[in-house]
């Protein structure tokens, strides 16, 4: 018996998306858990109307950081091995045209977005985390070309000591008494950090000249990426931007720690997964049928795994939250919350592989016109519900995923291979 699970467990081993898919648990779970001590710390130490504040700060400079990627990195992932010199070195420089504008416009955008929610306090932290994409063209290429080459370990490493560190200085911070900082400048300091890894596990480095040639490739691929990317970070921070605004700063602050406590670590999983697939089927370039049969297998691997955690973790929420975080949350009616938005990972599952798949298939663009209107959906969803309370929102979440991700997965193969049922499969 032994021998034979050594053995099956050796030939799964074996296979690229088993070991991608390994090392983005590793990376994902290492690096939430840290998280989750942060939250706790957090959730103890500051009010609902500062972790308000924290959520509309961090919000915001996620929604612009995605501007950051430009696609670039999408491109060079499913590109071919001869274009791949040119291609990272004009990836190199418009990454620094790209960030030194987004620092700029995250710093010009803080006073009208202070002003929007009519509070001062917000101005200085977004301006000061706007630094941060200064640091990022440093290592853009060189974390690009790691996953191209299926070299996730190096990512997973790289993920879980910024992890560490970010989570190290959050706690140091807070107990110092640095409140709205604390969650603030670490984020900040990470990013060099990132930067330099990413140089140590590659060797790439760009050529002396500034070139941009074939520009127009990276920007015809990238713009449905950036476009995807930039709809994702709306999603995922709509909810707090529309509370903020609707409901105020400290029922922010009670959905922000319902997020973070339940769906933060589901996110995980979902960034884990997509990591791993989308290298994955990018090695069948071109072959459509054999990327749709992978793709289904891949997606079955992935939902059989990440689905029993996640059930797991909103069944258990009314046990954990009182004695982990402390029983404020739960008279503030945070428990609920996190059960509901725990369960919408599920069928968030579906719906990035989906958009992972249609990537592979070089097909962005139908990706970023099905993303246009989900997006235009939830964020009906939830600036209806958020005028009743926050247990409609969360609710409103998990019925827009369900029915999007329904429609996504049967469209998407359908697409690709018509007359290909992915719902008769046993997923």
């Known amino acids: 018996m032994v021998t034979f699970i ?3 467990l050796a030939k799964l081993l074996k296979e ?4 991608n898919l390994l090392w983005m648990i590793y990376a994902q779970f290492g690096s939430r858990l840290l998280r989750v001590i942060c939250t706790i710390m957090v959730a103890r130490m500051l009010a609902p109307d500062v972790y308000g ?30 274009e791949l010199p040119v291609l990272c070195n004009t990836g190199y420089w418009l990454n620094w045209l790209l960030c030194l504008g987004l620092t700029i416009l995250q710093a010009s955008l803080s006073w009208p977005i202070a002003w929007f929610y009519d509070n001062s306090n917000l101005i200085l932290p977004i301006i000061v985390l706007s630094i941060s994409y200064l640091f990022l063209p440093l290592g853009t290429i060189q974390a690009a070309l790691l996953i191209r080459e299926n ?9 879980v000591l910024q992890s560490v560190i970010d989570a190290l200085l959050t706690l140091i911070l807070l107990i110092a008494g640095y409140g709205l900082w604390a969650l603030v400048i670490p984020k900040l300091l990470v990013v060099p950090i990132w930067s330099w890894q990413m140089r140590y596990y590659h060797t790439w480095r760009p050529e002396n000249r500034f070139s941009l040639i074939q520009w127009r490739s990276i920007f015809h691929f990238g713009k449905h990426l950036i476009w995807i990317d930039l709809l994702t970070a709306l999603r995922n921070n709509i909810d707090y931007l529309i509370i903020g605004r609707l409901l105020g700063v400290e029922a922010l602050g009670i959905y922000y720690f319902a997020f973070n406590a339940g769906l933060g670590l589901s996110q995980g999983l979902l960034r884990a997964a997509c990591n791993a697939i989308y290298p994955h089927l990018c090695e069948l370039q071109g072959q459509l049928q054999a990327i749709a049969t992978r793709m289904l297998t891949s997606m079955r691997r992935i939902v059989l795994t990440f689905s029993p955690l996640i059930l797991l973790q909103a069944l258990l929420a009314p046990f954990y939250v009182p004695i982990i975080f402390g029983e404020k949350w739960q008279e503030l009616g945070a428990i609920p919350l996190i059960s509901i938005l725990c369960l ?4 968030r599952l579906f719906s990035e592989c989906c958009s992972q798949f249609l990537r592979a298939c070089n097909k962005p663009s139908t990706d970023a016109k099905a993303q246009t209107l989900f997006t235009s959906i939830y964020t009906l969803f939830i600036y209806c519900t958020a005028h009743f309370s926050l247990l409609h929102v969360a609710w409103g979440v998990l019925a827009s995923q369900i029915f999007f991700a329904s429609i996504f997965v049967y469209y998407s193969f359908q697409l690709i291979c018509p007359g290909l049922k992915p719902f008769d499969q046993k997923i």
């Not at 996620?62 to 001869?82: C, D, F, R, T, Y």
């Not at 070299?151 to 993920?159: D, G, M, Q």
């Open 53 to 82: 504040l924290v959520a509309l700060v961090l919000s915001i400079n996620e929604m612009i950081h995605v501007l950051s990627h430009g696609g670039i990195s999408g491109k060079i992932i499913q590109a071919k091995e001869k």
């Open 151 to 159: 070299r996730l370990n190096a990512i997973a490493h790289v993920e």
């Open 6 to 8: 050594r053995n099956n």
């Open 16 to 19: 690229r998306l088993n070991q």
């Open 344 to 347: 919408s990972a599920i069928p």
